[in-house]
């Protein structure tokens, strides 16, 4: 591939102002969106999504204890988002009563890795004073820009007081 040094197509040493002219002509012909990972589009593959949650919850079998989750700033734990979206965990009790009793979110705006904190609410803060042990449901999921949300769900008990 040859710079040009006019518009006649002689070719020059890269310098000098065809250089700014080819710069700016691959500037304008590049692709909106960068291909990712995923796929051509740039966004995440469901099943690379799918992976990413399963891997989370894989590595929060058993959660933190009591007085860890009753920390005013939460619990914290790493997701390594293969591309942008919004990641959602939420903590609900099981049986007949699911109390939503912790959730956390977090925007990516690109493949990333970051903590995510997971808070805990109102009646799931009272709910873990009166109980040393619970059963539990967590639910991460996933929403790509412009794609379908991807939910993984795994049943996790409380270590006890601690």
């Known amino acids: ?60 079998k058993s959660l933190p204890s009591v007085a860890e989750l009753l920390r005013a700033d939460g619990w914290r734990k790493e997701f390594e988002a293969s591309g942008a979206g919004l990641f959602t965990v939420r ?26 904190a997971v808070k805990l609410t109102g009646s799931g803060r009272q709910k873990l004073k009166r109980h040393a042990h619970l059963q539990a449901q967590l639910r991460a999921s996933f929403q790509p820009p412009g794609g379908s949300t991807i939910t993984r769900s795994a049943r996790v008990a409380t270590s006890g007081r601690q």
């Open 91 to 116: 903590l609900e009790s099981l049986g007949r009563k699911g109390t939503l009793l912790a959730r956390g979110t977090h925007r990516f705006p690109r493949i990333a890795g970051a903590e995510v």
């Open 1 to 60: 591939m040859y710079l040009i040094a006019n518009y006649a197509g002689a070719p020059v040493d890269p310098n000098g102002v065809a250089v700014h002219d080819h710069l700016l002509a691959l500037w304008k012909a590049r692709s909106p969106v960068p291909p990712g990972p995923g796929n051509a589009t740039g966004r995440p593959s469901a099943r690379l999504i799918a992976k990413a949650l399963t891997h989370y919850l894989k590595r929060l």
